[in-house]
């Protein structure tokens, strides 16, 4: 009994830890409405830097606490909110979790960077040794401080949403935030403290729970896993059942750690099911939850779109992919190309989140966890090289996307990512974790002794063993499934994903089985990530579960985001920058640069949610699709540099200073032949006179004038406003 009884307040001092950190995570949600990703992050960066402090420099807790707790984490939130959070107004939910998660990868990039991961930091808890003996069960000071400090953290949340003016302000803001600003509310300041007193709750459960893990940044972020579990308990507004549930999941945690059997017991499938359990808590949270409503337009539409490709720019993109993948092959070094080959893998994966996440807008933040299913059973079921083990894998993949797919049925937006992230998590933690175990007289195993390998692939008359075979190997796959994404952004199938992203309410009034829509997407998302899995795997041959942990997919979800998550050309620009030594090669000495260019551009999405490629490159190649011998011609001057290297003509910088002025001479001589074809002096538009931009861009970007209506009445030849009686207005 005395064991039990000890177990559940180590229980109830960790549960207490998820109060906190689950309490400043639906602060900010209630009174902001943004699901804060990098909440944990927060926490592990202020941990970090208390231990700066404290033990590095030797400052008493009493200054360094104060430091952290009161100075560095409500100032970073305010320059949070300032600088990021209140730009993300009328912004849709999507974007503004993935702004998030670029603050998360920047902090933790950052983190790496200004802390050497290889040197053992520990964090000792406060009163370290002190116990106190309450019949037989030692209750250390630490435990019993962290209980204190939740419930009274606990209880301050609920008196100040509750019980305080600026608190039921701080709410009202989010309900209606016009409606409050009539009653008197100031949003600034209400953001502010909202987002000062978020991060301060951040770094004390940061703080805190160092000491019970590695001071290590992975671990300290992926805490708030944990904690989401809490706050999705209390559907993230209810402060009392949110406490409550930290305290449960914090139980069953220490619980199951001394009962759940282990794998000396004879129960090796359960060997990591401990580190699962608040996920586990968090997925069965989630299904118990009731049903979300179907929602129609937002009052406050966003800018994002997706446009329609066509199949000559989708053939011309997947030709170029092919021929640069061939290029690439010939001029780069054994070393480069060996790091490169993994790039096609990468991209697939990318490319399979644009009809799931970019079309159909359906939060998955689990598509590398199908990435890895895929690399599983590429090598179980193809250890011999055989090519059919990509369609097992493809077909296995899609099965258990439209398993996963059942919640997204019930749920949507913030609670649909959060499902998708516990099956991600879970995954981690738990299966690809199972060790090499024997039922009767079969022997079964995830990754073998830790890791698995992967026999490239046995192509009928092809030899792809080599690494620039492979290369040019995967750059055909990505093509073609790049192809795939394009037929299905052009079939009725694209059609309906784009409208149940849009408005599923009329989705379900018009007659569409919105259901079977988003279970076909899932496995249809889930399916190629599996090949793009299988790829991977091929490309590295070997591979262990640390090749598919989250937070790597969040780094590929975000290039994703960052370039376009309606375009394949997102997808290769994501296996360009993660799976190739490009800016190891710039920039030897900055390891963490990638990671923290990555966030940093992510946090600037709610200003251009729809990523530099859909939005600022592909228009500018629009025009050269109605030229023909201009991309002829720009395409013969390619292949010739090609030729000519090959010849050892030039070397190979020459080569990609042609190629790269031919790209951009077919871009803009398109550009300049249609604008000298609307008459347009020193390849400018023709604007009707006084307007002060194109028709098409007023509206979108540019705010209408009275004299752009005026002009416009001019171009159409309507009457002015003062000939007509009662006036007209235009739009």
Same mark, same amino acid.
């Given at each position: 009994?005395?064991?039990?009884?000890?177990?559940?307040?180590?229980?109830?001092?960790?549960?207490?830890?998820?109060?906190?950190?689950?309490?400043?995570?639906?602060?900010?949600?209630?009174?902001?409405?943004?699901?804060?990703?990098?909440?944990?992050?927060?926490?592990?960066?202020?941990?970090?830097?208390?231990?700066?402090?404290?033990?590095?420099?030797?400052?008493?807790?009493?200054?360094?606490?104060?430091?952290?707790?009161?100075?560095?984490?409500?100032?970073?939130?305010?320059?949070?909110?300032?600088?990021?959070?209140?730009?993300?107004?009328?912004?849709?939910?999507?974007?503004?979790?993935?702004?998030?998660?670029?603050?998360?990868?920047?902090?933790?990039?950052?983190?790496?960077?200004?802390?050497?991961?290889?040197?053992?930091?520990?964090?000792?808890?406060?009163?370290?040794?002190?116990?106190?003996?309450?019949?037989?069960?030692?209750?250390?000071?630490?435990?019993?401080?962290?209980?204190?400090?939740?419930?009274?953290?606990?209880?301050?949340?609920?008196?100040?949403?509750?019980?305080?003016?600026?608190?039921?302000?701080?709410?009202?803001?989010?309900?209606?935030?016009?409606?409050?600003?009539?009653?008197?509310?100031?949003?600034?300041?209400?953001?502010?403290?909202?987002?000062?007193?978020?991060?301060?709750?951040?770094?004390?459960?940061?703080?805190?729970?160092?000491?019970?893990?590695?001071?290590?940044?992975?671990?300290?972020?992926?805490?708030?896993?944990?904690?989401?579990?809490?706050?999705?308990?209390?559907?993230?507004?209810?402060?009392?059942?949110?406490?409550?549930?930290?305290?449960?999941?914090?139980?069953?945690?220490?619980?199951?750690?001394?009962?759940?059997?282990?794998?000396?017991?004879?129960?090796?499938?359960?060997?990591?099911?401990?580190?699962?359990?608040?996920?586990?808590?968090?997925?069965?949270?989630?299904?118990?939850?009731?049903?979300?409503?179907?929602?129609?337009?937002?009052?406050?539409?966003?800018?994002?779109?997706?446009?329609?490709?066509?199949?000559?720019?989708?053939?011309?993109?997947?030709?170029?992919?092919?021929?640069?993948?061939?290029?690439?092959?010939?001029?780069?070094?054994?070393?480069?190309?060996?790091?490169?080959?993994?790039?096609?893998?990468?991209?697939?994966?990318?490319?399979?989140?644009?009809?799931?996440?970019?079309?159909?807008?359906?939060?998955?933040?689990?598509?590398?966890?199908?990435?890895?299913?895929?690399?599983?059973?590429?090598?179980?079921?193809?250890?011999?090289?055989?090519?059919?083990?990509?369609?097992?894998?493809?077909?296995?993949?899609?099965?258990?996307?439209? &398993? @996963? %797919?059942?919640?997204?049925?019930?749920?949507?937006?913030?609670? !649909? /990512? #959060?499902?998708?992230?516990?099956? *991600?998590? +879970?995954?981690?933690?738990?299966?690809?974790?199972?060790?090499?175990?024997?039922?009767?007289?079969?022997?079964?195993?995830?990754?073998?002794?830790?890791?698995?390998?992967?026999?490239?692939?046995?192509?009928?008359?092809?030899?792809?063993?080599?690494?620039?075979?492979?290369?040019?190997?995967?750059?055909?796959?990505?093509?073609?499934?790049?192809?795939? &994404? @394009? %037929?299905?952004?052009?079939?009725?199938?694209?059609?309906?994903? !784009? /409208? #149940?992203?849009?408005?599923?309410? *009329?989705? +379900?009034?018009?007659?569409?089985?919105?259901?079977?829509?988003?279970?076909?997407?899932?496995?249809?998302?889930?399916?190629?990530?599996?090949?793009?899995?299988?790829?991977?795997?091929?490309?590295?041959?070997?591979?262990?579960?640390?090749?598919?942990?989250?937070?790597?997919?969040?780094?590929?979800?975000?290039?994703?985001?960052?370039?376009?998550?309606?375009?394949?050309?997102?997808?290769?620009?994501?296996?360009?920058?993660?799976?190739?030594? #490009?800016?190891?090669?710039?920039?030897?000495?900055?390891?963490?640069?990638?990671?923290?260019?990555?966030?940093?551009?992510?946090?600037?999405?709610?200003?251009?949610?729809?990523?530099?490629?859909?939005?600022?490159?592909?228009?500018?190649?629009?025009?050269?699709?109605?030229?023909?011998?201009?991309?002829?011609?720009?395409?013969?001057?390619?292949?010739?540099?090609?030729?000519?290297?090959?010849?050892?003509?030039?070397?190979?910088?020459?080569?990609?200073?042609?190629?790269?002025?031919?790209?951009?001479?077919?871009?803009?001589?398109?550009?300049?032949?249609?604008?000298?074809?609307?008459?347009?002096?020193?390849?400018?538009?023709?604007?009707?006179?006084?307007?002060?931009?194109?028709?098409?861009?007023?509206?979108?970007?540019?705010?209408?004038?009275?004299?752009?209506?005026?002009?416009?009445?001019?171009?159409?030849?309507?009457?002015?406003?003062?000939?007509?009686?009662?006036?007209?207005?235009?739009?």
């Amino acid at each position: 009994m005395q064991e039990f009884i000890t177990f559940v307040i180590i229980g109830l001092a960790t549960g207490g830890i998820y109060a906190i950190t689950a309490g400043g995570l639906t602060l900010t949600y209630t009174t902001t409405g943004i699901f804060n990703f990098a909440h944990g992050a927060t926490g592990m960066f202020s941990a970090f830097l208390y231990w700066q402090f404290e033990h590095a420099w030797g400052w008493p807790v009493w200054l360094a606490l104060p430091v952290v707790l009161l100075g560095f984490a409500p100032l970073f939130g305010i320059a949070l909110h300032l600088v990021i959070m209140r730009r993300l107004e009328g912004a849709s939910q999507a974007t503004k979790l993935m702004v998030t998660v670029a603050i998360l990868l920047s902090l933790v990039a950052a983190d790496l960077w200004i802390w050497d991961p290889s040197v053992n930091r520990t964090v000792l808890p406060f009163y370290a040794g002190h116990v106190w003996k309450v019949g037989g069960v030692n209750l250390a000071y630490a435990d019993l401080i962290t209980l204190g400090v939740a419930l009274a953290v606990a209880v301050a949340l609920w008196i100040l949403l509750t019980r305080t003016r600026i608190g039921v302000a701080m709410r009202a803001t989010v309900d209606d935030r016009s409606l409050a600003v009539l009653n008197g509310s100031r949003p600034e300041a209400s953001g502010m403290l909202a987002w000062a007193i978020g991060t301060s709750l951040a770094a004390l459960a940061g703080i805190l729970v160092a000491p019970k893990l590695s001071l290590s940044p992975l671990p300290l972020t992926l805490l708030i896993v944990n904690a989401y579990a809490a706050a999705v308990i209390g559907r993230l507004r209810s402060l009392p059942m949110t406490f409550v549930g930290a305290m449960v999941i914090g139980v069953a945690g220490a619980l199951a750690t001394n009962y759940v059997p282990k794998w000396d017991a004879g129960y090796p499938y359960l060997a990591g099911f401990i580190g699962s359990v608040p996920v586990v808590v968090l997925f069965i949270a989630l299904l118990l939850m009731p049903q979300s409503q179907l929602r129609g337009h937002a009052s406050t539409r966003t800018r994002e779109f997706s446009r329609k490709p066509t199949w000559t720019g989708g053939a011309m993109f997947a030709a170029a992919v092919v021929f640069g993948g061939i290029v690439a092959s010939r001029t780069l070094s054994d070393n480069d190309v060996f790091s490169s080959t993994k790039m096609w893998g990468l991209g697939i994966i990318g490319l399979s989140m644009i009809p799931l996440i970019g079309y159909a807008g359906q939060l998955s933040l689990a598509q590398l966890g199908f990435a890895g299913i895929g690399a599983i059973t590429v090598a179980h079921l193809g250890r011999e090289g055989q090519p059919i083990a990509l369609l097992w894998a493809a077909l296995i993949c899609a099965a258990v996307g439209a &398993v @996963v %797919a059942l919640p997204a049925l019930r749920l949507s937006g913030i609670y !649909l /990512a #959060l499902a998708t992230a516990a099956f *991600a998590v +879970a995954l981690d933690r738990w299966f690809f974790l199972l060790p090499k175990w024997h039922w009767g007289h079969h022997e079964y195993y995830v990754f073998k002794s830790g890791s698995l390998q992967i026999k490239r692939f046995d192509l009928p008359g092809v030899d792809i063993t080599g690494d620039r075979a492979y290369f040019v190997f995967g750059a055909v796959a990505f093509a073609l499934v790049s192809l795939l &994404v @394009v %037929a299905i952004r052009r079939a009725e199938f694209g059609k309906r994903l !784009l /409208a #149940l992203k849009d408005s599923p309410a *009329a989705c +379900a009034t018009l007659g569409m089985n919105h259901k079977l829509t988003t279970l076909a997407v899932f496995a249809t998302s889930a399916a190629i990530a599996g090949v793009g899995g299988g790829i991977y795997g091929g490309a590295v041959r070997s591979v262990s579960p640390n090749n598919f942990e989250f937070f790597t997919g969040l780094s590929i979800l975000m290039s994703m985001v960052i370039a376009g998550l309606t375009s394949p050309g997102a997808a290769l620009f994501a296996g360009t920058l993660l799976g190739t030594p #490009l800016m190891i090669n710039l920039f030897p000495d900055w390891t963490q640069l990638t990671t923290i260019l990555i966030g940093l551009n992510g946090v600037a999405l709610g200003r251009n949610p729809n990523g530099m490629v859909a939005a600022q490159l592909r228009p500018k190649w629009d025009p050269a699709l109605k030229h023909p011998f201009v991309l002829a011609g720009g395409a013969a001057v390619i292949v010739a540099a090609f030729a000519v290297r090959q010849a050892d003509l030039v070397g190979n910088w020459v080569m990609v200073i042609v190629i790269a002025l031919s790209v951009v001479l077919i871009s803009s001589v398109s550009r300049g032949i249609d604008n000298r074809k609307s008459g347009a002096p020193g390849g400018q538009p023709v604007l009707p006179e006084g307007m002060t931009a194109p028709p098409e861009k007023l509206g979108l970007s540019v705010p209408f004038t009275p004299e752009d209506i005026e002009a416009l009445d001019r171009t159409l030849g309507l009457p002015p406003l003062t000939a007509l009686s009662g006036g007209r207005h235009g739009s």
